[in-house]
T-cell receptor, first 114, second 116 residues
Framework: GAVVSQHPSWVICKSGTSVKIECRSL??????MFWYRQFPKQSLMLMAT?????????EQGVEKDKFLINHASLTLSTLTVTSAHPEDSSFYIC??????????FGEGSRLTVL | AQTVTQSQPEMSVQEAETVTLSCTYD???????LFWYKQPPSRQMILVIR??????QNATENRFSVNFQKAAKSFSLKISDSQLGDAAMYFC?????????????FGKGTRLSVIA
């Protein structure tokens, strides 16, 4: 079964609203999680590295005030898309590495902003 | 910065045949990991195979094998006895071994079609 779970798997929202996506590691503690964004028929682009207990590290070009990342516990990271607009519509994927082991991906969250 | 290049946007293979997907990468590091991930229509990323750069032996997982050429910075994936379920996007990925929590860097992907 999945060891990294994302919720919701899909969400539709109105322009201007905020949307929160959760990423949970189910059976291990992850001090670091990664958030990726994937546009249709394109590759995964790293948005930010989420660090437990500290601020996220954002990739160049990613607006930290737009995409709020919180890593409140060793098993949960959240990505909040604030004041979402249609251009924010995308597939968002998180990943986390089991200590000393394999990297697991969440199932992904499809965001559609109307 | 490391980059990963997949020069084949699309490939097709006849069922039961063999296909090779290409991947090259650029790095100045000597210790790293390379991966091939499969992304079916469900969009769930599935690890196909991984290779540690310090290992000379090519990794193999059942019908999947790689041809790792460190000097050439090449990491191709060979799928033998292709099955309909192999149809998916395949991403080559690189990860630095400098620390335990470096992110994956992905190529642009190759869409593989399997013809019955």
């Amino acid at each position: 079964g999945a060891v990294v779970s994302q919720h919701p798997s899909w969400v539709i929202c109105k322009s201007g609203t905020s949307v929160k996506i959760e990423c949970r590691s189910l059976d291990f503690q992850a001090t670091t999680m990664f958030w990726y964004r994937q546009f249709p028929k394109q590759s995964l682009m790293l948005m930010a590295t989420s660090n437990e207990g500290s601020k996220a590290t954002y990739e160049q070009g990613v607006e930290k005030d737009k995409f709020l990342i919180n890593h409140a516990s060793l098993t949960l990271s959240t990505l909040t898309v604030t004041s979402a607009h249609p251009e924010d519509s995308s597939f968002y994927i998180c990943s986390a590495r089991r200590p000393g082991g394999e990297l697991f991906f969440g199932e992904g969250s499809r965001l559609t902003v109307l | 910065a490391q980059t990963v290049t997949q020069s084949q946007p699309e490939m097709s293979v006849q069922e039961a045949e063999t296909v090779t997907l290409s991947c090259t990468y650029d790095t100045s590091e000597s210790d790293y990991y390379l991966f091939w991930y499969k992304q079916p229509p469900s969009r769930q990323m599935i690890l196909v195979i991984r290779q540690e750069a310090y290992k000379q032996q090519n990794a193999t997982e059942n019908r999947f094998s790689v041809n790792f050429q460190k000097a050439a910075k090449s990491f191709s994936l060979k799928i033998s006895d292709s099955q309909l379920g192999d149809a998916a996007m395949y991403f080559c990925a690189y990860r630095s071994a400098m620390s335990g929590n470096t992110p994956l860097v992905f190529g642009k992907g190759t869409r593989l079609s399997v013809i019955a």
